[in-house]
């Protein structure tokens, strides 16, 4: 057990449990948060945005990072096959929690989308996969870079595709706010927990 992301672990968690709860509960702080989240978003609506967010949300979907994720696990299975067995548990693992979860919360979707979306909100499939994808794709890229600027140049690669994504179901008000922080807390926790019980190093 390696102590450090194991302790990362039971904070994300314990946050994400916390989240959930009140999500659930629907409490007075929750709703003040995705309230003044929607609020923004609807002020700064405009027809070129509203185009450019529906492009975003519909290309980058669960299922086109589910794809892309397995195009990446085959590829890394041939540089190492330990650790594409830790990432195929870490994305499709995940991935398949967060769809329980969603059925368990069962809350719905904001009323205002801009672009219809079915079935439950809490947390979200969009930003969990695609999350998820981006450390995939920085593990990989990590093993093959070995200049620091150009790790740096991947990791805001990630960062900017996972804002988009974001920033696009919050925009067409697909999700609420702490539907977004839920898919990040619960990404964390996932990725926390598989390194406290075995970490990437030990399986280079």
Avoid at 94 to 115: G, Y
């Amino acid at each position: 057990m390696n102590k450090k992301p194991f302790f990362q672990c039971v904070i994300l968690f314990v946050s994400f449990l916390v989240l959930t709860l009140a999500v659930k509960s629907q409490s007075d702080m929750i709703s003040y948060l995705d309230n003044i989240t929607s609020a923004f978003f609807q002020s700064i609506r405009n027809p070129d945005l509203t185009n450019l967010m529906t492009i975003i949300s519909t290309v980058v979907s669960p299922l086109t990072t589910s794809l892309i994720a397995l195009v990446i696990l085959g590829y890394q299975y041939f540089l190492n096959e330990r650790i594409a067995v830790w990432l195929f548990m870490l994305f499709f693992g995940t991935n398949a929690l967060a769809l329980l979860l969603k059925d368990i919360i069962a809350r719905h979707r904001p009323m205002n989308q801009l672009v219809f979306d079915s079935g439950y909100s809490f947390p979200s499939g969009h930003t969990i996969s695609t999350f998820l994808l981006m450390i995939l794709v920085l593990v990989v890229a990590r093993q093959r870079l070995r200049r620091v600027l150009s790790q740096v140049v991947f990791v805001i690669f990630a960062l900017v595709i996972l804002a988009s994504v974001i920033f696009s179901r919050l925009y067409l008000e697909n999700h609420f706010l702490t539907d977004i922080l839920g898919s990040l807390l619960l990404g964390a926790t996932s990725y926390c927990g598989l390194s406290a019980i075995v970490s990437l190093k030990e399986l280079q």
